[in-house]
């Protein structure tokens, strides 16, 4: 009697039906933007953490490579060959070898080009998904150079755990920082979208000094987002944001993330997050409030 997977094809994980992936958020706790590279590139110093929560991914083996999306940002996304999870697997089926098909649905759970890396995150959850589906097994440095070809962010989304990252997001280093994993956390939107491009652009150049993030106090005291200023110039609502959020009790640190709109607040305790984000909601109305916590490994 053959085998139960005889009539697999091969390159494809036995036994395997639907797989999931969360798409973690994004949160840049600091970010330094330091010189621009020759490359062209800005060198970044920056602490990411990552929500437990985020964008769900699912897929299926099928003939051909296929996205549906779905959720309450799924509107602000094309399902083409644009959208950076089929890059993803078009990059994925490049290296492993044609002949490899997925039926893929996005759960668009976050608001798009906020600032949280849910395009990066969406690529990374759809390289962890492929290679469990197709049984792959590509080897992680590889893994994380395909995830590089496809943006800045993408290498770090693949752990989707605290790291502190370096250079255009290539240099890669765990930050295993007391006192952060399950610290309850609050993500605010305000309902606008910017450009990272021209933040960049309206960034006044200053190179204010490199990130210490061996302590998570000290990236509270000291840490920044130099890209605020140019981004509150652009969308000034992030400034109110970033107002009550600094008013909210039991906050110890509010920033804005990445390059916005979107802004996050690190909170004592949970109960204190959850009054947060319930007074958000009732003043804020169009507002996007996210409540959960980060990430651990």
């Known amino acids: 009697m053959p085998p139960l997977d005889a009539d697999m094809p091969p390159g ?31 060198a970044l110093e920056s602490l990411f953490v990552f929500a437990q929560d985020g964008d769900v991914l699912t897929g299926r083996i099928a003939d ?47 608001p798009v080009a906020s600032g949280i890396g849910g395009g990066s995150a969406d690529a990374a959850a759809a390289l962890r998904l492929l290679d469990r589906l197709w049984d792959a097994r590509v080897p992680q440095p590889e ?9 800045s962010d993408v290498p770090a989304c693949l752990a989707s755990t605290a790291q502190m990252v370096r250079g255009r997001g290539e240099v890669l ?12 956390m609050l993500l605010v939107n305000p309902g606008v979208g910017v450009s990272t491009a021209q933040v960049f652009a309206d960034w006044d150049q200053v190179d204010r000094g490199v990130l210490n993030a061996s302590s998570l106090d000290g990236v509270i005291a000291d840490g920044r987002n130099d890209l605020e200023p140019a981004a509150v110039g ?58 959960t916590r980060i990430r651990a490994a």
């Open 234 to 291: 652009i969308a000034p609502v992030i400034a109110d944001v970033l107002a009550d959020l600094r008013q909210c009790a039991g906050v110890r640190l509010a920033r804005m993330s990445g390059s916005g709109a979107t802004c996050f607040a690190l909170f004592g305790t949970q109960a204190e997050a959850q009054a947060a984000a319930a007074a958000l909601k009732r003043r804020r109305d169009g507002w996007w409030v996210m409540e």
């Open 12 to 42: 494809v994980a036995p036994g395997v039906g639907e797989l999931t992936e969360t798409a973690y958020a994004k949160v840049n706790l600091a970010l330094h933007v330091r010189e621009r590279r020759a490359d062209g590139y800005h």
């Open 143 to 151: 893994l994380e150079r395909i995830a590089l070809s496809l943006g």
């Open 173 to 184: 280093e765990r930050a295993d920082l007391a006192g952060l994993p399950g610290t309850p």
């Open 64 to 110: 051909g490579l296929s996205l549906s999306i779905e959720g309450p940002f799924a509107a602000g996304l094309e399902a083409g060959e644009g959208n950076l999870v089929m890059k993803a697997a078009r990059a994925m089926l490049d290296h492993v070898g044609q002949g490899r098909g997925a039926a893929l649905r996005l759960v668009k759970n976050l």
